[in-house]
Nanobody, 126 residues
Framework: QVQLVESGGGLVQAGGSLRLSCAASGRTLSSLNMGWFRQAPGKEREFVAAIKRSDGTEYYTDSVKGRFTVSRDNAKNTVYLQMNSLKPEDTAVYYC???????????????????WGQGTQVTVSS
């Protein structure tokens, strides 16, 4: 089993920045593909970003490209989501997710991930 705990959410003004953290336990981070998703009220949970275990390839949804950066620190067993130039439409609960490698990795698919954190709220005011 893998436990994931997100932190770093909060209230920020439009144009501001936040850095989310996701601490993993139960398995070393280097053995996992990691993703970030978000869910706004009344909407489906959507893909935000991901980082591949094997070579560190980063993936982003179009709406956050150039503003968000996903990274990992295997020594700390933590994955990060640096969010800059935040917009009100980024308001959501943000979740990190872990995929145990095996088979073809589809980073933007919710079904690719085996473990999920409890989420952290990000609110961007206009």
């Amino acid at each position: 089993q893998v436990q994931l705990v997100e932190s770093g959410g909060g209230l920020v003004q439009a144009g501001g920045s936040l850095r989310l953290s996701c601490a993993a336990s139960g398995r070393t981070l280097s053995s996992l593909n990691m993703g970030w998703f978000r869910q706004a009220p009344g909407k489906e949970r959507e893909f935000v970003a991901a980082i591949k275990r094997s070579d560190g390839t980063e993936y982003y949804t179009d709406s956050v490209k150039g503003r968000f950066t996903v990274s990992r620190d295997n020594a700390k067993n933590t994955v990060y989501l640096q969010m800059n130039s935040l917009k009100p439409e980024d308001t959501a609960v943000y979740y990190c997710a872990a995929d145990r490698p095996g088979g073809y990795y589809r980073p933007s698919s919710r079904s690719a991930y085996d473990f999920w954190g409890q989420g952290t709220q990000v609110t961007v005011s206009s």
